[in-house]
């Protein structure tokens, strides 16, 4: 397949900056990311790109306001995405619990959870700052010993990984991309899990499912907003909801949104102006 990749080059460099303008393009077509110490290498269908489509982008007209970012495209046959992909990733430690790694790097005794993931062209490698706020409130849920646990959006799978390494009896993983579909799957297997089903597509196929103790959703804003209601109407009594993917003066609508569907907030954490709240 013909790819277009699109470089953003980005003044000053923000590797959060790069990392919200690659999750909000996937939303627009483009499944393949990675970055240098300056730039943003995105890559998308050639037969799903018109000129102009990044400029449409809102997170990137958003941080055009600070940052002096310049594009230019051009034609690439098909890559090899893992090795786009591993020259360009590092290992992340979270907190001193959660080590992110690839199959190459080198484990940690140290740390508590040991998640190896090979994101290919799905979000989620760790990363970011949405993915670790999303992380360090999972683990300050305690044990997760029984739970019932739902994944929305879920890329990579990293959260669920990390649920499952807590002690959740079950989680199911929604993503409405193919390519996170298969990348979870493998690292299901990379990782010895085989209490997580990732499913392909959005809230609607809440239809079918039970009630969640814990749901997990890091997605953006207009679809947490608009979708807030399906993740609702699937928590068990007691249970737990954790939202991220928006801005910390953001968080008062979707607690509006939250309390108005009968949920209670408890606490948000915030890093670089990103934000994730829990409500019960």
């Known amino acids: 397949?013909?790819?277009?990749?699109?470089?953003?080059?980005?003044?000053?460099?923000?590797?959060?900056?790069?990392?919200a303008i690659a999750a909000s393009l996937g939303d627009v077509g483009f499944d393949g990311f990675t970055q240098s110490d300056k730039e943003l290498f995105a890559y998308i269908?050639?037969?799903d790109y018109r000129d102009g489509l990044v400029d449409e982008d809102q997170i990137v007209a958003f941080f055009r306001r600070n940052f002096k970012i310049t594009?230019?495209?051009?034609?690439?046959?098909?890559?090899?995405?893992?090795?786009?992909?591993?020259?360009h990733f590092t290992p992340i430690k979270v907190d001193n619990d959660i080590l992110i790694r690839a199959g190459f790097h080198e484990a940690d005794p140290n740390v508590k959870y040991d998640i190896v993931i090979e994101p290919k062209m799905s979000f989620g490698t760790g990363h970011h700052a949405t993915t670790v706020l999303m992380l360090r409130s999972i683990l300050s849920l305690g044990d997760l010993t029984g739970k019932q646990v739902l994944d929305m959006g879920c890329g990579t799978g990293i959260l669920s990984?990390?649920?499952?390494?807590?002690g959740a009896d079950h989680i199911v993983g929604i993503d409405i991309d193919e390519w996170a579909f298969e990348n979870a799957g493998e690292n299901m297997r990379k990782n010895g899990v085989d209490n997580i089903s990732v499913k392909i597509g959005d809230a609607a196929l809440l239809e079918k499912e039970g009630e969640f103790d814990v749901?997990?959703?890091?997605?953006?804003?207009?679809?947490?907003l608009r979708d807030?209601?399906?993740y609702v109407a699937h928590i068990a009594t007691a249970g737990?909801?954790?939202?991220?993917?928006f801005y910390e003066h953001e968080l008062p609508m979707l607690t509006a949104e939250a309390e108005r569907l009968g949920m209670k907030y408890v606490s948000h954490m915030v890093e670089n102006d990103w934000c994730a709240a829990i409500f019960v």
């Open 228 to 230: 807030m209601q399906y």
């Open 215 to 224: 749901i997990l959703a890091n997605i953006n804003r207009n679809i947490l």
């Open 45 to 47: 269908p050639a037969k």
């Open 240 to 245: 737990t909801m954790i939202i991220s993917g």
């Open 161 to 166: 990984l990390l649920a499952s390494k807590r």
């Open 71 to 87: 594009e230019r495209v051009g034609d690439v046959p098909d890559k090899d995405w893992n090795a786009e992909w591993e020259a």
């Open 1 to 19: 397949m013909e790819y277009k990749e699109v470089v953003l080059t980005i003044e000053p460099f923000s590797e959060d900056v790069a990392d």
